[in-house]
């Protein structure tokens, strides 16, 4: 079993193995767009999982496969990627928020940045609940347009256009030349990431709402013994999302990312643990870390087995829609 005082060491662990594995994608797609773009000479393989950065893209394909059976031939990782995180979720709560994702490791970053300045600040309960609509807002847009608005037919059309294809790397040009109103956005993003905890996350990330929801409904839980319970608040004061986890019995709030601080904060070892539904005893703490670990390994693996992960589009056509549809 995996002792409390090394929970955070294993996460920050997870969370940086990650995101190198991301600068590696990232590195490896500029250098494919270069070439396809024709501003660089080498040759470099397109990376598939350059395709788990498009949501959206994704979130149409799983309505199209729901309602079709048709797996997206376009951006076939996008749409594993996205299902391994919402099964993770679903199992092992917000297990990806709180042990894989970069942005939380950077979120972190600038917590511990924002404290060591003295200029982090915490909210008052009049403006933490109001902002905690925000992210549910985005993705009630989110949803309303893809799975109210958009028939299968316009899906089928958005998937095999031009745009869609070229995402990937709309997606990369929006960062390396974004808008003055976009780099305003960014830079604001930031500075509130210094001066309120985990801003972006707790407040604004619609997938992390999405995950939210469905993590609801996992089985796992923090359950808090009141008998052991000294009500010191320390948990509170971990928690990436501020959760008052001191005053409950069951944290099964959407915001529990299910990072285990609290857990590994509490100054009483028999108080918080983690609790499945129906059953009276703990769980090993490396279930949630190891489980959704699992889950994204697994799915990667299943889809190079079954054919489901790269595109069926060939890097030299790839070639011709980033010279004929990307912007000079």
Not at 84 to 103: E, K, T
Not at 126 to 133: A, V
Not at 272 to 284: C, E, V
């Amino acid at each position: 079993m995996i002792d409390r005082s090394v929970i955070s060491f294993y996460r920050k662990v997870v969370q940086c193995l990650y995101a190198a594995f991301c600068i590696m994608v990232g590195w490896q797609f500029y250098n494919f767009y270069l070439w396809a773009s024709g501003t660089g000479a080498s040759y470099v393989p397109r990376p598939a999982a350059v395709e788990a950065f498009l949501p959206i893209s994704a979130l149409m394909s799983l309505k199209r496969f729901l309602f079709t059976g048709k797996w997206d031939a376009i951006h076939p990782a996008g749409l594993t990627f996205f299902i391994a995180v919402l099964s993770g979720a679903l199992l092992f709560r917000r297990g990806f928020c709180g042990y894989v994702c970069p942005v939380g490791l950077l979120s972190d970053a600038a917590e511990r940045a924002g404290r060591a300045a003295r200029v982090s600040v915490k909210l008052p309960r009049c403006l933490h609940y109001p902002l905690l609509s925000v992210k549910y807002v985005l993705l009630g847009f989110f949803a309303y347009i893809i799975l109210v608005k958009m028939d299968i037919a316009s899906i089928e059309s958005f998937l095999q256009s031009p745009y869609n294809i070229t995402v990937d790397a709309r997606m990369l040009l929006f960062f390396l030349s974004p808008s003055g109103i976009t780099l305003v956005v960014m830079v604001g993003l930031l500075a509130a990431s210094f001066v309120i905890k985990h801003f972006w996350c707790t407040y604004c990330c619609p997938y992390g709402a999405l995950l939210g929801i469905v993590a609801m409904f996992s089985p796992l839980y923090v359950h808090r013994d009141e008998q052991e319970c000294r009500h010191c608040k320390r948990c509170q004061e971990v928690c990436p999302a501020g959760i008052s986890v001191w005053d409950m019995e069951k944290v099964r709030v959407p915001e529990c990312i299910g990072c285990l601080e609290c857990v590994a904060s509490c100054p009483e070892d028999r108080c918080l643990r983690i609790n499945a539904a129906g059953m009276d005893r703990a769980m090993p703490l490396w279930l949630i870390p190891a489980g959704v670990v699992t889950v994204l390994m697994g799915a990667w693996l299943v889809a190079l087995w079954t054919g489901h992960w790269h595109t069926i589009i060939p890097d030299q056509a790839f070639q011709v829609f980033y010279r004929r549809f990307l912007p000079n």
